[in-house]
């Protein structure tokens, strides 16, 4: 009896100890896990952090406003005076003057010989009915090789209209004795050159944008102006007043005597118109 007694008290006392065993060393933690406690009060604020490290650089900022107009500067010194300037082109033609008082009656006769040119040579007549006394082709001017004219370009003259035989001498790079010093301009073109003739005449002539009372037209309209020509793509300067004027418009110019040829190229007027004026009769 004693003995169940004293196994009755040691029981409850193990079982004690065991239990606080289990606590104290965590063996039991995973069955005697208990309910989760209230949320703790908010603790105390920490003390300030230290200086963080240099950030970034960052994107560039954006454009500024314009600025405040600045005052206006000094006026300038003058500048030094520029280079001369290239010559300029050619001028247009000046407008027709103001008619002038009629002249004196001029002295009876003139050129005892009167040229006329064209592309067809049997629509070429002398006034009043003449007779050609030669026949040739029409040389608008003769130059030596340096440039310079050997006559200045006026094809009423005697030197504008060369007979046959001469004119072949001149084709084909042949040079003709003691003729090699100069070359020859001719009106047309080599395939269909322009054809002259030289008539026997006394009567007065000159040319002029209008004939007056007492002079005729040679041509039943108007003819058309040369006033000037480029050779070798510079404008000529001649020592007088070239005024050639043709029945027929466009004749062009040609050489034939091969590498010797400069280009040369006429200046025509086509706003001004002119004619050949024959006196009608005696004063």
Not at 9 to 22: G, K, Q, R
Not at 143 to 153: A, L
Request: charge should be positive.
């Amino acid at each position: 009896m004693g003995v169940l007694r004293a196994v009755t008290c040691v029981i409850p006392l193990m079982i004690v100890i065991l239990c606080v065993y289990l606590i104290t060393s965590n063996l039991g933690s995973d069955f005697l896990k208990g309910d989760k406690g209230e949320k703790g009060t908010k603790g105390n604020k920490g003390y300030k952090g230290s200086k963080g490290n240099e950030g970034l650089k960052g994107n560039p900022g954006g454009k500024g406003d314009p600025g405040i107009k600045g005052e206006p500067g000094k006026k300038g010194s003058k500048g030094e005076p520029g280079e001369r300037g290239m010559p300029g082109s050619i001028g247009a033609p000046g407008g027709k003057g103001d008619k002038g008082d009629k002249g004196d009656c001029g002295a009876p006769g003139g050129e005892p010989f009167m040229i006329i040119h064209g592309r067809d040579s049997d629509k070429l007549e002398c006034i009043d009915g003449e007779t050609p006394t030669m026949k040739g082709y029409s040389r608008f001017v003769k130059k030596k090789d340096d440039g310079t004219n050997v006559n200045e370009p006026n094809l009423l003259k005697e030197a504008s209209c060369v007979d046959k035989e001469t004119w072949k001498k001149h084709q084909n790079n042949i040079c003709p004795t003691g003729d090699c010093q100069y070359v020859n301009y001719w009106l047309g073109s080599k395939y269909k050159p322009f054809k002259c003739i030289k008539c026997p005449t006394t009567t007065p002539y000159h040319v002029s944008t209008n004939c007056d009372s007492k002079y005729k037209p040679l041509w039943k309209s108007h003819g058309y102006r040369i006033y000037n020509f480029k050779f070798d793509g510079e404008t000529t300067t001649t020592t007088t007043s070239i005024d050639v004027c043709l029945e027929e418009q466009d004749p062009g110019v040609y050489c034939g005597q091969g590498a010797r040829c400069k280009k040369i190229e006429l200046l025509e007027d086509t706003e001004s118109k002119c004619q050949v004026c024959v006196r009608k009769e005696k004063c």
